[in-house]
T-cell receptor, first 112, second 112 residues
């Protein structure tokens, strides 16, 4: 099994729908992240969490929210999806004090 | 937000050729990392650099942490078809804990 598992891997939805992307990890890491990848823009940080009670905004948090349900689980929600949120979303983890990220396989979201 | 300028944006090379790519920034970084992303997968760490001037190899890959701490280079020697993918640099700014800033990626295609 993968160290970082993202579900769903692919999702097509309509404008205005609520969407949740889920991430779970078996690495025992405290720190979890959500990144968004767009062609030509690299990976941009949406939200990050350094432990269960810690949630921080990244550089592009508008239109997104997150929930850290447990050390191993970190979900990303789009309350009302819009077409420019069509992108590839990655969850990642890292150990305390470490700056090496382990990524999941990605969740491709299409908003029509 | 802070961005890393990664070049070239894409490369088409023949099997056996050497490859060079780099990342530059106007800011100083504490750490430089190089990741590779294959189709349908998340980025995977190739090399991590922690000191200015550091030169580190991983098989046919060699990366360097620039002396000014504002740039990094990745070289791939004797390329093979499985080198195909998108290569990302990532840097950690001072005082930003485990948050990484990613470059825009270099897409590498290897022809036989």
């Amino acid at each position: 099994d993968a160290d970082v598992t993202q579900t769903p891997r692919n999702r097509i939805t309509k404008t205005g729908k609520r969407i949740m992307l889920e991430c779970s990890q078996t690495k025992g890491h405290d720190r979890m992240y959500w990144y968004r990848q767009d062609p030509g823009l690299g990976l941009r940080l949406i939200y990050y969490s350094f432990d269960v009670k810690d949630i921080n905004k990244g550089e592009i948090s508008d239109g997104y929210s997150v929930s850290r349900q447990a050390q191993a689980k970190f979900s990303l929600s789009l309350e009302s999806a819009i077409p420019n949120q069509t992108a590839l979303y990655f969850c990642a983890t890292s150990g305390t004090g470490a700056n090496v990220l382990t990524f999941g396989a990605g969740s491709r979201l299409t908003v029509l | 937000g802070q961005q890393l300028n990664q070049s070239p944006q894409s490369m088409f090379i023949q099997e056996g050729e050497d490859v060079s790519m780099n990342c530059t920034s106007s800011s100083i970084f504490n750490t430089w990392l190089w990741y590779k992303q294959e189709p349908g997968e998340g980025p995977v760490l190739l090399i991590a650099l922690y000191k200015a001037g550091e030169l580190t190899s991983n098989g046919r890959l060699t990366a360097q942490f620039g002396i000014t701490r504002k740039d990094s280079f990745l070289n791939i020697s004797a390329s093979i078809p499985s080198d195909v993918g998108i290569y990302f640099c990532a840097g950690q700014l001072p005082g930003t804990a485990s948050k990484l800033t990613f470059g825009t990626g270099t897409r590498l295609q290897v022809t036989l």
